[in-house]
């Protein structure tokens, strides 16, 4: 474990030295304090509850997965937000790490400025980014626009379906399921498949 800068905390878990020293290196040079870890267990050994302003996770680790650590923090009923990084995303990746309440599902690679930005989310708002957007009247708007198919095929983007597997389910091809995604996640104005189940689902939840 390494901890460096003078501001709000950030945890960073990846069993990848150079992405940890990457990641510590740029959140310290714009001000963050940083504490790095190589492991799940080892970040569960030193982390404090309410210390630290989000946890920026990799999924797949040997021992205690991205995943795993985010369900037994669940367990422990902590709220710290997690930004999940990953070179092997897939939807069913995403789908799981959003329904348990992640903030973001960051593919590799990325910009830097994503990442800050992302992080500075977390430090002010505490709660996924599309939990503040669903507030807008347009969210609705965007929904309806759907067509029948679209709707269909993004309810099962939602469960976690690959698009093999929805293409079997609809009787269509990958390549028609891929050009209804695309079209999905542009009416809803959504950049990556995390995005568009955090829209879905907080569009979803009773208010």
Same mark, same amino acid.
């Given at each position: =474990?390494?901890?460096?800068?003078?501001?709000?905390?950030?945890?960073?878990?990846?069993?990848?030295?150079?992405?940890?020293?990457? *990641?510590?290196?740029?959140?310290?040079?714009?001000?963050?304090?940083?504490?790095?870890?190589?492991?799940?267990?080892?970040? *569960?050994?030193?982390?404090?509850?309410?210390?630290?302003?989000?946890?920026?996770?990799?999924?797949?680790?040997?021992?205690?997965?991205?995943?795993? *650590?985010?369900?037994?923090?669940?367990?422990?009923?902590?709220?710290?937000?997690?930004?999940?990084?990953?070179?092997?995303?897939?939807?069913?990746?995403?789908?799981?790490?959003?329904?348990?309440?992640?903030?973001?599902?960051?593919?590799?690679?990325?910009?830097?400025?994503?990442?800050?930005?992302?992080?500075?989310?977390?430090?002010?708002?505490?709660?996924?980014?599309?939990?503040?957007?669903?507030?807008?009247?347009? @969210?609705?708007?965007?929904?309806?626009?759907?067509?029948?198919?679209?709707?269909?095929?993004?309810?099962?983007?939602?469960?976690?379906?690959?698009?093999?597997?929805?293409?079997?389910?609809?009787?269509?091809?990958?390549?028609?399921?891929?050009?209804?995604?695309?079209?999905? =996640?542009?009416? =809803?104005? @959504?950049?990556?498949?995390?995005?568009?189940?955090? @829209?879905?689902?907080?569009?979803?939840?009773?208010?």
């Amino acid at each position: =474990m390494s901890a460096t800068g003078t501001g709000g905390l950030v945890y960073v878990v990846d069993d990848d030295e150079a992405i940890r020293d990457s *990641l510590g290196w740029l959140l310290a040079s714009i001000g963050y304090r940083v504490a790095t870890y190589s492991t799940a267990e080892q970040f *569960l050994e030193g982390y404090k509850p309410g210390a630290a302003s989000c946890l920026v996770l990799d999924v797949r680790m040997p021992g205690v997965s991205g995943l795993e *650590l985010q369900q037994e923090l669940n367990r422990r009923g902590e709220t710290l937000p997690i930004i999940f990084i990953t070179g092997h995303g897939d939807v069913p990746m995403a789908v799981n790490a959003v329904k348990s309440g992640a903030f973001h599902f960051l593919e590799k690679p990325f910009k830097d400025a994503q990442l800050v930005a992302l992080i500075e989310q977390a430090a002010k708002l505490g709660k996924p980014p599309a939990e503040e957007r669903i507030q807008g009247p347009c @969210v609705a708007a965007r929904l309806a626009s759907l067509t029948q198919r679209e709707r269909e095929v993004i309810d099962r983007v939602v469960q976690g379906l690959k698009n093999r597997e929805i293409a079997d389910q609809l009787g269509i091809s990958v390549k028609t399921v891929e050009a209804h995604r695309a079209r999905v =996640m542009e009416k =809803m104005s @959504v950049g990556s498949v995390a995005e568009l189940v955090q @829209v879905t689902l907080a569009a979803q939840r009773p208010r």
